[in-house]
Nanobody, 119 residues
Framework: VQLVESGGGLVQAGGSLRLSCAVS????????MGWYRQAPGKERELVAV???????YYSDSVKGRFTISRDDAKNTLYLQMNSLKPEDTAMYYC??????????????WGQGTQVTVSS
């Protein structure tokens, strides 16, 4: 499977962005798809996950502001990000996981898309 992210960019605080992750080579065959992010000097962290069966997970830092969704017809995973804050600035990565909730090692990573939120 190949994952290609898009939709990142520069936005002012309070603004919105929608990230997309195009999935090719396998149509959502993994048990979970998620979004991670990594800010400079920090570890990569799990932001949101959507598992087969419909369950979702959000980190406390984005809960209520971000929404993960998928379009099976378009083989695309999305992350709608609203009320963005400067602390959301990071490289965002799409991930395909065999473990439900991405609770284990990620199987495949995308190349990342940069999100920068100015104050």
């Amino acid at each position: 499977v190949q994952l290609v992210e898009s939709g990142g960019g520069l936005v002012q605080a309070g603004g919105s962005l929608r990230l997309s992750c195009a999935v090719s080579g396998s149509s959502f065959s993994h048990n979970a798809m998620g979004w991670y992010r990594q800010a400079p000097g920090k570890e990569r962290e799990l932001v949101a996950v959507k598992s087969n069966g419909g369950s979702t997970y959000y980190s406390d830092s984005v809960k209520g502001r971000f929404t993960i969704s998928r379009d099976d017809a378009k083989n695309t995973l999305y992350l709608q990000m609203n009320s963005l804050k400067p602390e959301d600035t990071a490289m965002y990565y799409c991930a395909a996981c065999w473990y439900l909730g991405c609770s284990g090692p990620v199987d495949t990573w995308g190349q990342g898309t940069q999100v920068t939120v100015s104050s």
